[in-house]
């Protein structure tokens, strides 16, 4: 189960059908977004694919010598621009690809179009979702509530994305969802009733043990998108965001021109591939080796090439260089921006109460430490309500009188009142009387704390206490102990066998902490196979819109492709 490859196969295969000769890719919005996670321009280009445009573009040139591969969402609005397209042609052959199902009387309109028959191929390749990485994916969508209720427009859009998921992946699974969730089961319902109409689509050749969807809903565990993480990936979404495998550096001091924007990518950057998962500490060591195994390779300031075989050498190895300059420049550049924010922010600090709050029971630690973060002027405001959010969800039944003193204390700061508004929000949205389950700690916190991180000067492992609440789930999951009456099956069929190839997906998005947790489950259970996925993948801005929408600037962001 590797939805990197499912996309990337769809976009080769749709390449290889349209024949030899120069081609152009015709896309929209989201789906140049999808094959952007997937491809580069240069892996592209290879394949005789020399123009990359949208459909929505109102400048394209007509260009009849070329072939055009369009790749398209099956939207109303994408139909429509196709058959404008198709009644002035601007390429001598079409070759056409919708990302999810599209309805028959969309079809009969394009065949009444297509007057001057360009079109050659109409298909429907099921990549209709952001591949972040193979056991991950996500939708690329905030907002998906109305109160406690699906946007319908969102709700649509989800039960396409996730079933665009299960068919590229070949899977007709049985369907669990979270019974506290009235989200997750109208979720539930909608997919299994594409899957009952679109039956033929879903005959898959049977295994002896029947895939497994688990739909869960994010309010069950708001904490865990409210805490600082220490892995490289997190780090990187939580202090600088990840946009489609993209990091604005524009920001940071002194940035040269071609660092303002990098891509971070595991299929086409080997260091950050065998790092993406390691701790903060182990990242500073491996950036320094690799800027000594650089520093060996790097070509002599007066290196002569005095013959043939010397200029030929000097040829061969310069793009490998080149490769490795780009990679040390970006990663360093990188790692030293993360440590210049933790440091200027006290983010260890800040983490390490966080962790204290989501992970002990003393109260009155916790609150005086909260109280003296919210005196420190060097803490972010954002970080500041955080540490009260996350003190309003632990200590929810204690009395008033202490969560109104860090209140007064978010005022005296000057913290704006929509993010002081975020406190009862996610109360509301997370709290003790919506969430099916109680807070997870450490199975061994004693013993956890015991440990040292590594690379920070021996400073006891507590920023890493917390497990999130999927870890368990799906602990309970595989060892086949996870409540029916918790986590029901939709329809009268239930699974008796350890289930293997597992789909889980949250409603109201994922972290890279729970796609870490993933990660380990999937090394470390043999036979068992998980794919995660959420409407969104959180980050420090976007973790303010659960349980609301009052951080407007983080709804709607746009997409950018990696070329």
Request: net charge positive; charged share 25%.
């Given at each position: 189960m590797n939805v990197v490859l499912a996309v990337k196969q769809y976009v080769s295969k749709m390449i290889e059908e349209s024949g030899p000769g120069m081609k152009v890719l015709l896309m929209d919005k989201e789906t140049t977004s999808i094959v952007s996670m997937v491809y580069t321009q240069s892996e592209i280009l290879q394949k005789e694919v020399y123009l990359f445009?949208?459909?929505?573009?109102?400048?394209?040139?007509?260009?009849?010598?070329?072939?055009?591969?369009?790749?398209?969402?099956?939207?109303?609005?994408?139909?429509?621009?196709?058959?404008?397209?198709?009644?002035?042609?601007?390429?001598?052959?079409?070759?056409?690809?919708?990302?999810?199902?599209i309805s028959k009387s969309d079809i009969k309109s394009l065949a009444e179009a297509d007057e001057q028959e360009v079109v050659s191929e109409v298909q429907e390749f099921y990549g209709d979702f952001i591949a972040v990485s193979p056991h991950v994916f996500s939708l690329n969508l905030l907002g998906c509530a109305q109160g406690r209720n699906w946007n319908p427009a969102?709700?649509?859009?989800?039960?396409?994305?996730?079933?665009?998921?299960?068919?590229?992946?070949?899977?007709?699974?049985?369907?669990?969802?979270?019974?506290?969730?009235?989200?997750?089961?109208?979720?539930?319902?909608?997919?299994?009733?594409?899957?009952?109409?679109?039956?033929?689509?879903?005959?898959?050749?049977?295994?002896?043990?029947?895939?497994?969807?688990?739909?869960?809903?994010?309010?069950?565990?708001?904490?865990?998108?409210?805490?600082?993480?220490?892995?490289?990936?997190?780090?990187?979404?939580?202090?600088?965001?990840?946009?489609?495998?993209r990091i604005d550096l524009s920001r940071v001091p002194g940035i040269s021109k071609d660092l303002k924007e990098v891509v971070l990518s595991a299929e086409n950057d080997e260091f950050y591939?065998?790092?993406?998962?390691?701790?903060?500490?182990?990242?500073?060591?491996?950036?320094?080796?690799?800027?000594?195994d650089f520093q060996k390779k790097k070509p002599k300031g007066q290196q002569k090439l005095e013959s043939i075989s010397d200029m030929k050498a000097f040829v061969e190895n310069y793009p490998q260089f080149k490769k490795m300059s780009g990679t040390v420049s970006k990663h360093v550049t990188v790692v030293g921006e993360l440590s210049r924010l933790v440091s200027e922010h006290h983010l260890m600090e800040v983490s390490e109460v966080e962790q204290e709050l989501a992970c002990q029971t003393d109260h009155s630690n916790a609150l005086q430490n909260v109280r003296k973060l919210l005196h420190d002027p060097k803490v972010l405001d954002l970080d500041a309500v955080r540490l009260v959010m996350l003190y309003a969800l632990r200590y929810e039944r204690h009395s008033n009188s202490s969560l109104s003193s860090l209140?007064?204390?978010?005022?005296?700061?000057?913290?704006?009142?929509?993010?002081?508004?975020?406190?009862?929000?996610?109360?509301?949205?997370?709290?003790?009387?919506?969430?099916?389950?109680?807070?997870?700690?450490?199975?061994?916190?004693?013993?956890?704390?015991?440990?040292?991180?590594?690379?920070?000067?021996?400073?006891?492992?507590?920023?890493?206490?917390?497990?999130?609440?999927?870890?368990?789930?799906?602990?309970?999951?595989?060892?086949?102990?996870?409540?029916?009456?918790?986590?029901?099956?939709?329809?009268?069929?239930?699974?008796?066998?350890?289930?293997?190839?597992?789909?889980?997906?949250?409603?109201?998005?994922?972290?890279?902490?729970?796609?870490?947790?993933?990660?380990?489950?999937?090394?470390?259970?043999?036979?068992?196979?998980?794919?995660?996925?959420?409407t969104t993948i959180h980050n420090t801005k976007s973790r303010g819109s659960v349980g609301s929408n009052l951080i407007s600037e983080t709804q709607g962001r746009p997409f950018k492709p990696h070329f």
């Open positions: 445009e949208r459909i929505d573009s109102t400048n394209r040139e007509t260009m009849k010598h070329l072939k055009a591969i369009c790749f398209l969402r099956p939207t109303k609005e994408n139909v429509e621009f196709l058959i404008q397209e198709l009644h002035r042609p601007k390429y001598g052959l079409l070759f056409v690809y919708f990302s999810n199902v969102l709700l649509a859009r989800t039960t396409q994305g996730l079933t665009a998921v299960l068919l590229s992946l070949k899977k007709c699974p049985m369907i669990r969802y979270q019974l506290s969730s009235d989200m997750a089961k109208r979720l539930a319902e909608s997919v299994k009733q594409i899957i009952t109409k679109e039956y033929e689509l879903f005959e898959f050749r049977r295994t002896e043990v029947p895939p497994l969807l688990l739909i869960l809903d994010r309010s069950d565990d708001a904490i865990t998108p409210l805490l600082n993480q220490w892995t490289y990936q997190a780090m990187v979404h939580e202090l600088l965001g990840i946009n489609n495998n591939t065998n790092n993406m998962y390691l701790n903060f500490g182990e990242i500073g060591t491996n950036i320094k080796n690799l800027m000594e209140m007064e204390a978010l005022a005296r700061r000057g913290v704006s009142e929509k993010y002081k508004r975020l406190v009862s929000a996610v109360v509301e949205y997370g709290g003790k009387r919506i969430r099916g389950s109680d807070f997870v700690t450490p199975k061994d916190a004693v013993a956890l704390t015991k440990q040292f991180f590594k690379g920070l000067k021996g400073i006891e492992n507590v920023y890493t206490q917390h497990q999130p609440l999927l870890q368990d789930t799906l602990d309970q999951l595989i060892k086949g102990k996870l409540k029916d009456s918790q986590y029901p099956y939709l329809g009268p069929n239930t699974l008796r066998d350890r289930p293997q190839d597992i789909v889980v997906f949250i409603i109201g998005g994922g972290t890279y902490e729970e796609a870490q947790t993933v990660y380990n489950l999937n090394r470390t259970s043999p036979g068992v196979r998980i794919v995660l996925g959420g």
